[in-house]
């Protein structure tokens, strides 16, 4: 085996290994209980809870960090990484509100299975499989808008599952919105500066295959257990 395959193996290993911890602590990314009773008695805008709820939301949520992840991995332009996040941020809020407001609902393991294939999706382009297939490859700017729309669909059925009181309904969920940007902001703002300082060192260029490797390996397994999910809870 030569050191690349290892590599790529190892890489591979490390995604599942992740992508399992992700479904391990997927309570982590719901709503607590304590924070889910206050969302439900809370009459009005609130705007400073609801933003720390969104900020949460988006941080502990490693599946939409992954995607991103995928995302600005080959983005080395600012104006580029400003316009992909753009249109995954419009796509997200779209459906967020759309879901909520419009009462869109959508299996939460169905929609958690396509952000896994998101995931997945993105590790696959981000490997240049679509070149060596020869196929035509989708313009990965309407990818991040689809994918984009499906993540808020992901966001929306958090809160469709509680109580939610129609006094300041509309407020509230802008503020949840706002920081479900806030904390993208967090995060993007620590992967590029880990990107930043890890493209500068002559190991990015050896390892970004099997990082990719391991970001698509991540995607599949995410994927297949929320399928799972939807199978048994059908």
């Given amino acids: 085996m030569t050191r690349r395959h290892r590599d790529v193996a190892l890489a591979a290993l490390g995604g599942i290994g992740v992508a399992l ?12 209980e304590g924070n889910a009773r206050f969302v439900e008695g809370s009459e ?3 705007l400073g809870p609801f933003v720390y709820l969104g900020a949460k939301h988006m941080i502990t949520g490693i599946d939409h960090i992954l995607f991103l992840f995928g995302v600005i991995f080959f983005l080395y332009k600012l104006r580029d990484v400003v316009l992909y996040v753009s249109l995954f941020t419009l796509g997200h809020s779209l459906t967020l509100l759309a879901g909520v407001l419009g009462g869109l609902r959508v299996d939460p393991h169905a929609v958690d299975a396509v952000i896994g294939l998101s995931v997945a999706y993105k590790a696959f382009e981000n490997l240049g499989a679509f070149e060596r297939l020869g196929r035509w490859r989708p313009d990965p700017r309407h990818a991040v808008l ?8 992901g966001l929306a059925t958090r809160l469709q599952e509680l109580a939610l009181a129609p006094s300041g309904l509309l407020a509230n969920l802008f503020f949840f ?27 990015f260029g050896r ?17 297949s257990q929320h399928a799972v999910g939807y199978w048994v809870s059908a």
């Fill in 177 to 203: 919105n706002a920081g479900v940007e806030i904390g993208q902001v967090l995060a993007l703002t620590a992967l590029l500066g880990g990107l930043h300082l890890w493209r500068a060192r002559e190991s």
């Fill in 207 to 223: 390892r970004a295959f099997a990082v990719n490797t391991a970001l698509l390996a991540a995607g599949f397994v995410l994927a």
């Fill in 44 to 46: 009005g805008a609130a």
């Fill in 21 to 32: 911890l992700v479904v391990g602590s997927a309570h982590a990314h719901a709503l607590s």
């Fill in 146 to 153: 689809v994918f984009g729309l499906v993540h808020g669909l």
